[in-house]
């Protein structure tokens, strides 16, 4: 039952360490989409094939850590162009069920910017709310950009590498942001003049780019996270977790902020050589839905219609 379900894992998540709880948590968010992919498919099967295979690549990766950066190709992966679909990553072998893809650290981190992880809302969420726009926010407007005043040209370059869709005038949330950054310049809330423009590309780049993290109570951006294609059949998922001291010690250049959370990605399923790797842009809730009900949200958040096999 579900009462017998939640005491047991409330029993589960007091005895386990948080690195074991973070391990579990991914195994469970792979299965979750496995059982909604695979159909008939036995769940225990699923449980044992696919937590065993992630285990051993857990097991490798704290031998061989190697967080990629945005100028270093992921193994086993290239960076295409293809018709219809952008850049995309492509397997360059077989790539088994569970393997490690690549992990990688974050372009950058914006904490705090979630809707419910703050009190009294700034000056450009009060303007949304009195204009209507605030239910189509989901980040905290404020907050970002305080944020984006912070940042220098330096800070900000790597991230310019991502898609904004600045070309797409009929994508909903590259208008929303365009409107935030008006809203920003004309009530005096930047530091320095002439940067509305760096603002709404900003804001464009994080509503397209941007993975929420709970933890952080906010979002992260990464660079060859934001390569993945999205599909409502992936191949592939990630997880952020957070380094250990141990590992924050191999790495090279010390730690700063940016560097303590990694994203991991891995294979859902067997993936052959030259198939382009894919992940859902898409909270499992919302890969119940129907396909209509997807591709909207998708056109609306993402800027495109969703093609796939599951949409077709």
Not at 19 to 48: N, T, V
Request: glycine letters at 6%.
């Amino acid at each position: 039952s579900n009462c017998f379900s939640t005491n047991h894992l409330r029993v589960i998540a007091e005895i386990l360490e948080e690195k074991q709880f973070e391990e579990l948590e991914e195994h469970l968010r792979l299965l979750a989409l496995e059982a909604r992919l695979d159909g008939p498919r036995q769940i225990w099967e699923a449980q044992a094939a696919t937590a065993a295979a992630a285990l051993e690549s857990v097991e490798k990766a704290a031998n061989h850590l190697f967080v990629v950066k945005f100028d270093q190709k992921p193994p086993s992966l290239a960076l295409e162009e293809r018709e219809g679909m952008g850049r995309v990553l492509v397997a360059t072998r077989e790539i088994a069920r569970g393997e490690l893809l690549f992990e990688e650290a974050p372009l950058m981190v914006i904490p705090d910017c979630l809707m419910d992880a703050r009190g009294p809302q700034g000056p450009l969420m009060a303007e949304l709310e009195s204009q209507g726009l605030k239910v189509a926010v989901a980040l905290d407007m404020d907050v970002l950009c305080d944020f984006f005043s912070m940042q220098t040209g330096s800070q900000l370059a790597t991230l310019w590498k991502l898609a904004s869709l600045n070309d797409q005038e009929d994508y909903a949330a590259g208008r929303l942001a365009d409107k935030v950054a008006e809203l920003a310049v004309a009530k005096g809330l930047l530091a320095e003049f002439g940067r509305q423009a760096d603002l709404a590309r900003f804001l464009r780049i994080v509503s397209v780019n941007a993975h929420t993290v709970p933890r952080v109570r906010g979002v992260m951006l990464f660079f060859w996270l934001s390569m993945l294609s999205h599909s409502c059949a992936p191949n592939a998922t990630y997880g952020t977790h957070a380094l250990t001291a141990e590992n924050l010690q191999e790495r090279e250049g010390g730690t700063t902020e940016e560097t303590l959370f990694v994203a991991r990605t891995r294979a859902l399923c067997h993936i052959a050589a030259g198939e382009v790797v894919t992940m859902s842009y898409l909270s499992l809730q919302m890969l119940l839905s129907s396909a209509p009900t997807r591709q909207e949200l998708l056109r609306i958040q993402k800027g495109f219609v969703c093609g796939c096999e599951r949409c077709r």
